[in-house]
């Protein structure tokens, strides 16, 4: 029954990049945008992503002889629902001003399409190493995709970099406006936007010049 | 202030000024993966704005009287358990839960009534109605009502009732419909346009949804000049304590 379906390990590669789910399969948008102003939110994100993505996928796969077709969308959900009540009352209590910032998106990983998606695609057809290797490599190509985004809109709006956890200062705040000023428009919506669609054509750009390289090779 | 005004502000508030969809980011897969045509976008967005406010009426409900800290129903069944306790009863670990189920019901029940008495809309809305069970916007009205749900005095800063849940709800859904056909018609277009190939598809829809969230901020503010163009004419009595709440800092 496996023959046709990817290894563990190649689960795992495939969703750092061949694969990543924000930047190929263009999936969980909502959160992607929402949080990625700072980096200690986009980190705060993906680890309750990894945590809600990796413990869903491994009971998929451990209920996998139970599912029924028609149920299961909604056992997958309430799994997810669960998990995630576990990581937003963990955040709650030991990181109460990340999760006051994150608010209602931490609730949205619910129906966050990712963890659905891998839930359907892997989860409930694989074993638990395939399940757990696929998941942990979707989370950090999660991640990836979160850290490249908040990394451009939190230097260029607000010139730090962790600013909040670390103190790295990227760009000087005592410059005159004259010589640069924080771009406030990177840390309101139109930003994100913007941000995550100049990425996805980049990384679209450069598959595509990889493919013509092989090819042509 | 009035009500009319009350209701008023908060359907300009919840629909233009914090659109579902371009201030706070809720819906963007159905946003992106079904845009591209102006009538399946239509579609959409009307089933979402009907889905949404019956799963608003069943939240708003059942947070109020079970699951909420303090909720009457429970109380009173703890009481009748054990007579005498005086602890408050709070649920509320069991939102998430009982939110999306919820909305799957809600959504289950809806397909069933569309195929029984409309089945020419129904065809019309085809696979979109059972995918809407994953959409945030949905979630996202719920846990915003939540927020606003109390029904010890006190409990929560700005109590809502269920007609104002219900209009945070409606107007929701009509935010989510307005962003869903600006960006169908524009793409509508787009199609005679010459897109660079690395950008097609995805890339352009966030590119546009940028410069249209841009448009949006202008909206910002629009809800506290019309507080204080309202609230003179509406309640003269109440103006100067409304007026200097609403001022900005």
Known sequence: MDR?????????IRGILPENPVLRQVLGICPTLAVTNTMEGAITMAGAVLFVLTCANVLVSLLRPL??????????????????????????????????????????????????????????????????????GQSLGFALALGAIATV??????????????GIRLLPATLSDRVWAPWTVMILPPGAFLTLALLLGAVNWAGARLQKAEVSR | MNYLATVLMLAIATALINNMVFHFFVGCCPFIGVSRKLDMAFGMGAAVTFVVSIAALLSWTFTYFILAPGAPLTTWLWRLLRP?????????????????????WAVQLVEMYVRKFFPALYKAFGVFLPLITTNCVILFTCLEIMKHVGPVPGSVPDPWGL?????????????????????????????????????????????????????????????????RRLVPTAAPAAAPSAASAERPS
């Open chain 1, 67 to 136: 599912l029924k077709p028609h149920l299961r969308i909604l056992v997958f959900t309430l799994t997810i629902a669960t998990f995630v009540t576990i990581a937003d009352r963990f955040l709650a209590a030991y990181m109460y001003d990340m999760s006051k910032q994150l608010g209602p998106y931490i609730p949205l990983i619910i129906v966050n399409c990712i963890i659905i998606a891998r839930c359907e695609v892997c989860g409930s057809k694989q074993s638990v190493p395939a399940a757990f290797l696929d998941a942990v």
């Open chain 2, 84 to 104: 005498g306790s005086t602890a408050v009863v709070d649920l509320s670990i069991l939102n998430y839960l009982v939110y999306i189920f919820v909305i799957a």
């Open chain 1, 153 to 166: 809109r939190e230097v260029l709006g607000f010139g730090t970099w962790f600013g909040r956890w670390l």
């Open chain 1, 4 to 12: 046709h379906l990817p290894t563990p390990a190649e689960r795992f």
């Open chain 2, 163 to 227: 007609d104002k849940a219900l209009i945070y709800a409606l107007f929701a859904g009509i935010g989510f419909l307005l962003a869903i056909v600006i960006m169908a018609g524009l793409r509508e277009e787009l199609e005679h346009c010459d897109v660079p190939a690395s950008l097609r598809g995805p890339g352009i829809t966030l590119v546009i949804a940028g410069i249209l969230a841009l448009a949006f901020l202008g909206f910002t503010g629009m809800d506290s000049s019309l507080a």
